[in-house]
């Protein structure tokens, strides 16, 4: 991993940077919706996601500049979505990386509002000229973003989680729910790469199918997070599902098996990646690496 | 406003087919978020929004394929809006257009969920290949749509008016607070025609002001309407604005004042459009319609 931690602490600080940058400046008392997209934002979290943008735009000698463009939407994304998923109504969380969630920091109410901001804030940053000079890629950016995190993936993967407790889930039943709740956004961000190099189909499909495997791996890891770690190593409660009745990949598999598989989808999503020679080695390692991580 | 009606009529009917089918079919759990997104949308709306796209396209000849998919678009995103500003943590609203809300008929996650699902859905609807041959222009949409909702526009005025309880507001406050509430998301109504026409920069420059005077308008109107109208009439809780201590543009200048502002609003957005000619006539009416609208 000698090489991935410095790589994985170099983008952390770029995107912080980006995040912080691209954000709106406002006055009046409508700043305070802002605050509350920047707090969600700015939260020292992995961005793994755009880590994930970045390395896959560089298969394809993309310009830094417009991948920060689109790592950056994939963050908002992702934090939107983790503003709305604590809220009282849906998972309840006061707590997320040690520190209080938005709307205990702020209110439901403009917790909500600060969601509703950085998703559409994603899809202006995606849209706008600096991203790409053809139309024709930022479009092709907004649909495969949108249909990501649309009722069809990451919403939809929500609503299903919602919907799963004391549900019987088989094991297909839970790969089809994580493949759209957390696994979509973990594809446009493999994906965003080649859109962006204007990259040929199969070099899209073999991202693709990285994703894919590195997505499943990531869920079955935090299953195990959620089952062995504590609440002081992970930053988040822990527990909850199995206290929720929810049917989980450790629940399902054991938790040895887990790990046995989440440790083989890693190598199998590196293995996708080895058409792109050593360009393609931070991919690899970050694919290991979501598999041990310990938070 | 006897050729407004039937006009009115026809493009709500249209409206209603279209905003049904361009949904997503699915199955399994997640279903549910999609039903949600169904209901908050298909709920006998005046479409006020769509139909000034579908008649700003018209200016142009924009192919109605095109222009229906822009409008639904708009109409999407106003549900959203609806559907979140509903919730227990914002207006608190259990009754629109005398049907449950949202949150009411479903739940509050299914609420939050399918005002993201339809926010997202918007987008990818703009930026979707049918829409419009020229990725630039879909591209353009996009930034368009997300300027007019996100933190400087409809969220950053939803925002302001929740901090506007027990704050002292100037008419140039309340001005430009509902110019971010509900005029951009018209603005962009009124605009989205001239993009899809690849219009030049005088025609839209007329349409955006037609938008913002008729949006004012509309405010006044709504306003009028909050302050002397039934219930049963307006379909939603009226006086709520008073109760809450806000200041209304009937507050802050009378009821007369404010309907008289209104009407030469309204006869000023039509004269924004009379380079049009004929072809300009319903959206001349619409604006006057707006005013002297019961609900």
Redesign the interface.
Known sequence: MDRLTPALADAAEAMARALAGF??R?D???R???EA?AYATLNGGKRLRPFLVLNSAQLFDVPRARALRAAAAAEYVHCYSLV?DD?P??DDDDLRRGKPTTHIQF????A??A???L???A??L????PTHP???????L??A???A????GM??????D???ED?RLSLADIT?LQA?KTGALFRFSCEAGAILGQAPADARTALRDYARDLGLAFQIADDLLDHEGTEAEVGKKVGKDAAAGKGTFVSLLGADEARRRARSLAEQAASHVDRFGPNADLLKDVARFVVERRA
């Open positions: 954000l709106p406002m009046g008392p409508e305070r919706v802002v997209m709305h809220l109504a849906m209110d439901e109410a403009t909500i509002l969601g509703d901001g998703l559409t804030f899809f202006e995606l849209g706008d000229a053809d139309g024709a890629v930022r479009a092709e907004v649909v973003l949108a249909r995190i649309g009722a069809e919403v939809g993967g929500q609503m299903f919602l919907r799963a549900m089809r759209m």
